[in-house]
């Protein structure tokens, strides 16, 4: 199986979550990454530090959502995507 680069995982981690309607807990968003415990914690330091994510506490306890800046994130992304598409490259 081949290795995820950086931007295909960062892409990932923000589609589960904005598939979860925007709010999914830690330990399930981190299940659905498949990405094991430490470089998920480097991930999402990453995506709260680059406000790409937020952390939302609430009364049954932390969730992560998207910020307007993960959700562009991800549009540039299928754009790209699109793109290399339509050339076939």
Same mark, same amino acid.
């Given at each position: !199986?081949?290795? $995820?680069?950086?931007?295909? +995982? +960062?892409?990932?981690?923000?589609? @589960?979550?904005?598939? /979860? &309607? #925007?709010?999914?807990? =830690?330990? =399930?968003?981190? $299940? *659905?990454? /498949?990405?094991?415990? *430490?470089?998920?914690?480097?991930? !999402?330091?990453?995506?709260?530090?680059?406000?790409? +994510?937020?952390? !939302? *506490? %609430?009364?049954? %306890?932390? &969730?992560?959502?998207?910020? @307007? *800046? %993960?959700?562009?994130?991800?549009?540039?992304?299928?754009?790209? +995507? #699109?793109?290399?598409?339509?050339?076939?490259?």
């Amino acid at each position: !199986m081949a290795k $995820r680069e950086k931007l295909e +995982v +960062v892409k990932d981690i923000l589609k @589960i979550i904005q598939d /979860n &309607h #925007n709010s999914i807990k =830690p330990t =399930p968003l981190l $299940r *659905k990454s /498949n990405l094991s415990t *430490k470089r998920f914690s480097i991930y !999402m330091k990453e995506l709260l530090e680059k406000e790409f +994510v937020k952390e !939302m *506490k %609430g009364i049954d %306890g932390k &969730h992560f959502s998207l910020t @307007i *800046k %993960g959700h562009r994130y991800l549009e540039k992304y299928q754009s790209i +995507v #699109n793109f290399i598409d339509e050339f076939e490259l």
